[in-house]
C-alpha cells in the first residue's frame, strides 16, 4: 500500500457519514424471543400431550422418544417456516474456537417429481457431522470419522436468517466429548447433585440446585477499512506492531465519555437483534480503553448463558460489519492499553434464592452462606492451577497481568467484612457461637453479619475470583473464550468440594453430633485449609508473586506448562470423581490446546515476519536513501566545515535506522528457524514450549525495533494505519 491509500482509508474512516440508527416501534417486551421456539411457542405450536412431555424432558423428568421428536419436529417445523426459514442446522461448540453448523434444506422428494418441506424427529435428535474435521486429540483417528451431534432440548432451537438452529452437544462414535458442551452439562449435573444435598441441611424440602453464569463480553470496534489496511489484525486479531498513540486512555475521557453515535447505531441494532433471539440484554457502556466497549445480560442458568454468549459474539461480527466496523474479541488487539476480557459471574441458586446471598433473615439462612462462600473457595484453592489452565490461551496471556486484568495466579478477593467474619469464626469456639435454645435446629446464635453493599466488596480490580455481593467473578476469562471451560472446571470443582464436605459432616453427625454444630466445625476447618486462597492487596506487585508461591499457589505464566494442569492426578481424580470427563478426554483437551497454541503463534510469526520483510523494511530503507541523498546534496552546496554539523542529525538517524533494519532482517531470519527448529519437535507439549521460548519473544523483541521505526520514518511513506489513527474513529 502506497502512503496516499493510507491518507485515503483514514480521510474515509474519519468522514462523516449518514448514521443509521434502528427504530423499532415496538417495547422490547414485544419482540424478546421472538425467534426462540421457548415454552410459550412450545404451547402454541405442539399438541397439549407433547407439550407436557417436552417439559417434563426439559426438567430432566422424562426421556425423549421418537415419536415426541416426531412430534415436535413437525410443530418446530411449522413455527420455523412461518419466520421464513428453509434451513436446518445442528449446532455446536467444537474445542476450537466458535461454534460449527451445516445446513440442511428442508426439502425431500414427495415421491411424484416434486418436492415438499419435511422436518423429522431423527433430524432433530441426532445428526453426523464429518468429524474428521473438528479436533478430537488422538480421540478419533480420521478413518473412524464418525462422530454425532445429540439435541440439548434445555436449550431452546431458534431461528437466525433463513436456518433453524438446534443446539447440540458433539461426541465421538464411542461417545467421548468433543464438545464444551457435553461436560458443562455433566459438570451441571454434578454440582446440581452436590449443592443440593449440601443445601438440605438447611432448607430439606430444596429440590435441585441451577449454576448461574452472567457474562460481561468487552470487545472493541475498528473501522472495517482500517482493518482491512492492517494484515496483522485480519490474520491474527491483533496488532503484532504499531507505537503508542502519545493519547490513549490515560485521561480515562472515553470510559466517562458519552457513546459515540456511529456505535450507539451498531449497539441498539445489536441489542434488538439479541433480545429477539432471547438473550436478555440490559447494559451497554464505553470501556477504559479508546473503541473500548462492554456489553451484558442479566445473567441466566449457565448452559443457556453459555450459548447465548456463543451466538452473540457471531451476532455481533455481522452486525459490526453492517455498521462498517470489524468487531475485535481478540484479548489484546493494541499493546499498551488495555485489553479485553469476559467477566464471568457465577453464583449457584435454589427454587427459592441464591445460595451465596447474604446476610440472611435466620441464623441459619447466614450459616448457609458462610458455608457456600467457603466451599467456593475450597473448590478455587484445592483447583486453582487448573482454573488457570482453564483460561489459558495463547491470546489471553498478553493480556493476563496487563493493565486491569487481574495477574496470572489465582486468588480470591472477599472484601473486609467478609474476611473478618471468617476470621472469627476461624478463631471461635463452638461453645462460643452455638447456644442451642428451645427449638433445636434453628437457633444458631451466630454473629450477625453486616450488610453488604456493593461499594464494600466489588474495590479490587485485580482480584481474578472476586465475592461481588451474591456471586464471585472471575473476572481471568479471556474476550473470546468459550465460557464453558472455566465453567465446567469451576461447577466440578464446586461438585468436589460440597461433596467432601457432606461427608465429613456426616460423619460427625453419626457421632452423634448435632447436625448445625457439625457444619460449623467442617467449615472452621475449611476456612483455615483454603486460607492461601484469600488475597486482598494489590494482584500486580512483585511481594505477591513471591508470597503465592510461599502460599503454594500455582505461580507459573507459561502457557504451554500451565495446560499440564489438566493431567495432574486431582484433575484426574476430580473430573472422574464427579463423572464430568475421563482421562482420555483430558487428554485430548489437553493436546488440543497444546496444538492450537503452537498454531497460533506460528501464523503471528509468520504474517509478522512478511510485514517486517515487505511493509517495514522497504520504506525504512527508502526513507533512509532520501536522507543519504540530502547528506550528499548538502556536501555538494556547502563546504565542508558547514556541511558536516548540519549533516549529524540526518547521519544519527541514518545510522539509527540501519541499526534497526539490521536487527529486523537478522531477527526475522532467526524467527524462521526458530520455527523451523520448533516444528521438528514431535511431541507437541515440547514443541508449544518450544514455540513459547523461543518463537514468541522474538516477535516481541524484534517489534520494538519496527515501532522505533515509525517513530523515525517519514509519515508519509509509512504504510500501515498507526495507533492513533485506528483507536479514535467514531
Ligand atoms: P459490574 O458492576 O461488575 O460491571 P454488571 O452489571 O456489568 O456488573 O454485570 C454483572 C453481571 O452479573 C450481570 O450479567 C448480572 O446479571 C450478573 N449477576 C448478578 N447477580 C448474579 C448472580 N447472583 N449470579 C450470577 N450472575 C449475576
Ligand atoms: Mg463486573
Excluded at 472515553?254 to 449497539?267: D, L, N, Q, T
Excluded at 465475592?467 to 473464550?481: C, D, I, K, L, P
Excluded at 448435632?514 to 494489590?538: H, Q, S, W, Y
Amino acid at each position: 500500500m502506497s502512503s496516499t491509500l493510507r491518507f485515503q482509508i483514514v480521510g474515509e474512516a474519519f468522514k462523516k457519514r449518514p448514521v443509521e440508527v434502528p427504530n423499532r416501534k415496538e417495547r422490547p417486551s414485544e419482540f424478546f424471543a421472538k425467534y426462540v421456539f421457548n415454552r410459550q411457542k412450545m404451547q402454541q405450536y405442539l399438541p397439549a400431550d407433547i407439550y407436557k412431555k417436552m417439559c417434563d424432558v426439559i426438567e430432566g423428568d422424562a426421556t425423549l422418544d421418537m415419536a415426541t421428536a416426531d412430534a415436535v419436529a413437525a410443530g418446530m417445523k411449522k413455527w420455523a417456516m412461518e419466520l421464513g426459514a428453509t434451513h436446518c442446522t445442528h449446532w455446536f461448540q467444537p474445542l476450537t474456537e466458535g461454534t460449527a453448523e451445516k445446513h440442511d434444506g428442508f426439502v425431500e422428494h414427495d415421491g411424484k417429481g416434486g418436492m415438499i418441506e419435511e422436518f423429522t424427529g431423527k433430524q432433530l435428535v441426532q445428526q453426523e457431522p464429518d468429524a474428521s474435521s473438528f479436533p478430537s486429540g488422538g480421540i478419533r483417528s480420521t478413518f473412524e470419522a464418525r462422530g454425532y451431534s445429540a439435541w440439548d432440548p434445555t436449550s431452546p432451537v431458534f431461528v437466525f436468517g433463513d436456518t433453524l438452529m438446534i443446539p447440540t452437544i458433539f461426541i465421538s462414535y464411542t461417545g467421548e466429548a468433543l464438545d464444551y458442551k457435553a461436560p458443562l452439562k455433566k459438570s451441571l449435573k454434578a454440582v446440581d447433585k452436590a449443592a443440593t444435598a449440601v443445601a438440605r441441611y438447611f432448607y430439606p424440602d430444596v429440590k435441585k440446585v441451577v449454576s448461574n453464569l452472567g457474562w460481561e463480553q468487552e470487545y472493541f470496534l475498528v473501522d472495517e477499512g482500517l482493518y482491512a489496511a492492517r494484515p496483522d489484525l485480519m490474520m491474527t486479531g491483533r496488532t503484532l506492531l504499531g507505537h503508542d498513540s502519545a493519547k490513549n486512555q490515560q485521561m480515562d475521557d472515553h470510559y466517562f465519555g458519552s457513546i459515540p453515535m456511529r456505535v450507539a447505531a451498531f449497539m441498539k441494532d445489536l441489542e434488538i437483534k439479541s433480545l429477539e433471539l432471547g438473550i436478555p440484554c440490559k447494559t451497554r457502556h464505553n470501556e477504559v480503553a479508546p473503541n473500548q466497549f462492554e456489553l451484558a445480560p442479566i445473567f441466566e442458568e449457565t448452559n443457556l448463558a453459555v450459548d447465548h454468549n456463543m451466538l452473540i459474539m457471531s451476532l455481533m461480527k455481522k452486525v459490526a460489519r453492517k455498521h462498517g466496523f470489524r468487531c475485535l474479541l481478540h484479548e489484546k488487539p493494541f499493546a499498551g492499553i488495555n485489553g479485553s476480557g469476559k467477566h464471568n459471574n457465577w453464583s449457584l441458586s435454589t427454587d427459592t434464592g441464591i445460595l451465596l446471598h447474604g446476610p440472611g433473615k435466620t441464623p441459619l439462612d447466614n450459616l448457609r452462606f458462610v458455608t457456600f462462600i467457603v466451599e467456593s473457595l475450597m473448590a478455587v484453592y484445592r483447583h486453582n492451577g487448573l482454573l488457570k489452565a482453564s483460561i489459558i490461551s495463547a491470546t489471553n496471556v498478553h493480556r493476563l497481568g496487563a493493565a486491569e486484568a487481574p495477574p496470572a495466579i489465582v486468588s480470591s478477593f472477599l472484601g473486609k467484612e467478609i474476611s473478618d467474619l471468617l476470621e472469627h469464626l476461624e478463631t471461635s469456639t463452638d461453645d462460643e457461637l452455638i447456644s442451642l435454645s428451645g427449638k433445636q435446629t434453628l437457633s444458631l446464635d451466630i454473629p450477625q453479619i453486616p450488610e453488604l453493599t456493593q461499594d464494600n466488596t466489588d474495590r479490587n480490580r485485580t482480584s481474578p475470583f472476586a465475592f461481588t455481593g451474591n456471586r464471585f467473578e472471575f473476572r481471568a476469562v479471556g474476550s473470546q473464550q468459550n465460557c464453558a471451560a472455566s465453567m465446567i472446571v469451576l461447577n466440578t470443582a464446586m461438585a468436589e468440594a460440597l461433596t467432601n464436605f457432606k461427608t465429613r459432616v456426616d460423619a460427625l453427625i453419626s457421632e452423634g453430633l448435632e447436625p448445625m454444630k457439625a457444619i460449623l466445625r467442617i467449615v472452621r476447618e475449611d476456612i483455615k485449609t483454603c486460607k492461601p486462597i484469600r488475597f486482598d492487596g494489590n494482584g500486580y506487585s512483585e511481594a505477591w508473586k513471591q508470597e503465592a508461591a510461599r502460599r503454594g499457589l500455582d505461580v507459573e505464566t507459561s502457557a504451554p506448562i500451565i495446560l499440564d494442569q489438566y493431567l495432574k492426578p486431582e484433575t484426574i481424580e476430580m473430573f472422574e470423581g464427579m463423572n464430568v470427563l475421563s482421562k482420555a478426554e483430558l487428554e485430548a483437551r489437553n493436546e488440543i490446546k497444546l496444538d492450537t497454541y503452537i498454531k497460533k503463534v506460528q501464523i503471528e510469526a509468520r504474517i509478522f515476519g512478511d510485514i517486517c520483510m515487505n511493509h517495514i523494511i522497504p520504506v525504512a530503507t527508502r526513507y533512509q536513501t532520501q536522507l543519504i541523498d540530502n547528506v550528499h546534496r548538502m556536501k555538494q552546496i556547502f563546504p565542508a566545515e558547514v556541511a558536516d554539523p548540519l549533516n549529524s542529525t540526518n547521519l544519527s538517524l541514518i545510522k539509527q535506522m540501519g541499526e534497526h533494519n539490521a536487527f529486523i532482517i537478522e531477527n526475522v531470519e532467526r524467527l524462521i528457524e526458530a520455527r523451523r527448529v520448533a516444528n521438528r519437535i514431535k511431541d507437541g507439549r515440547e514443541r508449544a514450549i518450544a514455540y513459547h521460548d523461543t518463537v514468541a519473544p522474538l516477535i516481541e523483541e524484534i517489534r520494538y525495533h519496527v515501532d522505533h521505526l515509525e517513530l523515525i520514518v517519514d509519515d508519509e511513506l509509512w504504510p500501515l494505519p498507526k495507533y492513533r489513527e485506528m483507536l479514535f474513529i467514531h
